[in-house]
Nanobody, 115 residues
């Protein structure tokens, strides 16, 4: 069973930066398109960014130009570099595949943007 472990969240001031990591167990990571999602309190989970196995990336309009998704297939790890953070970026961030059937969701990592 694939295990997803997100890390790197924290408390940051507006305009600050964080780098999230998603460690994926198993050898199937390199063959899968992956994505970062987030869920803010009272809101549905939304797609933040996705990256295909060959490196092609797509971003939500709300993060375009501020966030960068990347992957290291040798380490079975995906990253999300978040710059110029805004209050609206506050959420729990999750990683998973881009389409169903999804792997079992991890615990996520909390990102809080606050002054």
């Amino acid at each position: 069973q694939v295990q997803l472990v997100e890390s790197g969240g924290g408390l940051v001031q507006p305009g600050g930066s964080l780098r999230l990591a998603c460690a994926v167990s198993g050898s199937i990571f390199s063959r899968n398109a992956m994505a970062w999602y987030r869920q803010a309190p009272g809101k549905q989970r939304e797609l933040v960014a996705k990256i295909h196995s060959g490196g092609y990336t797509v971003y939500a309009d709300s993060v375009k130009g501020r966030f960068t998704i990347s992957r290291d297939n040798a380490k079975n790890t995906m990253y999300l570099q978040m710059n110029s953070l805004k209050f609206d970026d506050t959420a729990v961030y999750y990683c998973n595949t881009i389409n169903p059937p999804y792997w079992s969701w991890g615990q996520g990592t909390q990102v809080t943007v606050s002054s």
